[in-house]
Nanobody
Framework: QVLLVESGGGSVQTGGSLRLSCVAS????????FYWYRQVPGKPRDLVAS???????DYLDSVKGRFTIHRDMNENTVWLQMNALKPEDTAVYYC?????????WGQGTQVTVSS
């Protein structure tokens, strides 16, 4: 049973844009807080952005003004719009959903930004 499916990763040049999507097969989608994390080999997973059940958002300082997280209640989808991409944004990006004792992760999608 796959609950979170990410897509939208790819390879772009510096300054380019990508939009990641996370489709959630969760019966109580609106009650979950969603997060986007990223990870490069050999380093811990970093929290990039979050969106709460009330739509409140928060961002890693280095992506503020460039990334936007958005949740669509009708499509059970969480988006991460990434603009002005930099080589240091290169990572595998993971979607995470949490509610009470439930903690779900997607399989990850690779984002590569070349200089």
């Amino acid at each position: 049973q796959v609950l979170l499916v990410e897509s939208g990763g790819g390879s772009v040049q510096t300054g380019g844009s990508l939009r990641l999507s996370c489709v959630a097969s969760l019966s109580s989608f609106r009650h979950y807080t969603f997060y986007w994390y990223r990870q490069v080999p050999g380093k811990p997973r970093d929290l990039v952005a979050s969106v709460g059940i009330d739509g409140t958002t928060d961002y890693l300082d280095s992506v503020k003004g460039r990334f936007t997280i958005h949740r669509d209640m009708n499509e059970n989808t969480v988006w991460l719009q990434m603009n002005a991409l930099k080589p240091e944004d290169t990572a595998v990006y993971y979607c995470n959903a949490r509610r009470l004792n439930n903690d779900f992760w997607g399989q990850g999608t690779q984002v590569t930004v070349s200089s």
